[in-house]
């Protein structure tokens, strides 16, 4: 059974920093890309950040260009996403979901996400 | 980036209608959509990809269809556990992008 676990969200002033955590199980975690979606409370779903399966290509979201980073771990199947200089707008449920490419890219499972608040 | 948009925003419909919800975007191309629906308090789940094959699991009473800049999901028949946000993705180009969300409950 393929699980995400996401971890590390919290509450952060603006300008801080977090880094979020996505556990993998049950699938091959090497060969799959991966993304984070985000979910602002009682909006809709955003595309946040890319990241191919091997590392060698990262895709980002223009808002988070420059602040976030998608990394990956494959040894230890996980998922990263450093995010600095977090602005109020930035507040949402973040989800890690594996993105198949074949035959064409779409998010077949999904995490049940982690909260970020960024106020003061 | 492309946009998506969706209509109706919301809609009410009986146990037993045929339900259809339109995604137009801003760019044609010409199969990379996908639709998810997601219940509150849940992650999104996927039903349809490349713009008309049913994921995994997904009963056969939804299906997809569309082309260039329109596209459509159409429930044949709603039942009570269909009533969820419905979302469509263009995953044509980066930046990936969403629809608003079309809110599906029942009569």
């Known amino acids: 059974e393929v699980q995400l676990v996401e971890s590390g969200g919290g509450l952060v002033q603006p300008g801080g920093s977090l880094r979020l955590s996505c556990a993998a199980s049950?699938?091959?975690?090497?060969?799959?890309?991966l993304t984070w979606v985000r979910q602002a409370p009682g909006k809709g779903l955003e595309w946040v950040a890319t990241?191919?399966?091997?590392?060698?290509?990262?895709y980002y979201l223009d808002s988070v260009r420059g602040r976030f980073t998608i990394s990956r771990d494959n040894a230890g199947d996980s998922l990263f996403l450093q995010m600095n200089s977090l602005r109020a707008e930035d507040t949402a449920i973040y989800r890690c979901?594996?993105?198949?490419?074949?035959?064409?890219?779409?998010?077949?499972?999904w995490g049940q996400g982690t909260m970020v608040t960024v106020s003061s | 980036a492309i946009q998506m948009t969706q209509s109706p925003s919301s809609l009410s419909a009986s146990v037993g209608d045929r339900v259809t919800i339109t995604c137009r975007s801003s760019?044609?191309?010409?199969?990379?959509l996908s639709w998810y629906h997601q219940k509150p308090g849940q992650a999104p789940k996927l039903l349809v990809y490349?713009?008309?094959t049913l994921h995994s699991g997904v009963p056969s009473r939804f299906s997809g269809s569309g082309s260039g800049t329109d596209f459509t999901l159409t429930i044949s028949s709603l039942q009570p556990e269909d009533c969820a946000t419905y979302y469509c993705?263009?995953?044509?180009?980066?930046?990936?992008?969403f629809g608003p969300g079309t809110k599906v409950e029942l009569k």
């Open positions: 993705l263009q995953d044509a180009q980066y930046p990936f992008t």
């Open positions: 979901a594996r993105q198949s490419v074949v035959p064409v890219d779409h998010f077949d499972h």
């Open positions: 490349q713009v008309s």
């Open positions: 049950g699938f091959a975690f090497s060969t799959s890309w």
């Open positions: 990241i191919k399966s091997d590392g060698t290509e990262e």
């Open positions: 760019h044609g191309f010409i199969n990379e």
